[in-house]
């Protein structure tokens, strides 16, 4: 059985500190991705994440950080399907090249496809949305996409 993976990748204008701070930050975080964040993500903890508008609500383990370069956590356990997300800044200049590799998608799976399509989809989206709170300020574009 092959470990299928999804990889999505944008620039953003802002230095990697900005954007790593934005998405550990429990006070950031709801600016462009979930509803709340029950701590700053940190290597070892578990954390609680709510997603209100969707009625949703998991938990993250974070497995790896080192600050302003890379995040590894799993989720989805807690349904039987955990996956792992690495998140990657790379730092050109002012930009930062933010990049999501989810992993642990099971090629087996008869919705494998659909489900790969699906994490792609959030994870464009949510990085748009990062983008767009990080370099314009924009607050409300988060949780407008209709599944």
Sequence with gaps: MMDTHVR??????????????AIVSPEKIGNFWFSSSSDKWEKGKKIALRYDEYNAKGVITV?????????????????????????????????????????????????????????????????????GYLENGVTNLRASLIH
């Excluded at 999505?8 to 701070?21: D, G, M, R, S």
């Excluded at 800044?89 to 799976?109: A, P, R």
């Design 63 to 131: 497995l790896d950080i080192e600050v302003n370069r890379t995040i590894v956590f799993t989720w989805g356990e807690e349904h039987g399907e955990g996956t792992v997300v690495t998140i990657t800044f790379i730092e050109d200049d002012s930009n930062t090249i933010i990049e999501v590799v989810e992993s642990g998608l099971k090629e087996d799976d008869p919705e494998v496809v659909a489900k790969m399509m699906g994490q792609k989809e959030g994870w464009v989206y949510t990085l748009t949305c990062l983008k």
């Design 8 to 21: 999505t990748k944008l620039k953003i204008h802002k230095p990697a500190n900005e954007v790593f701070e």
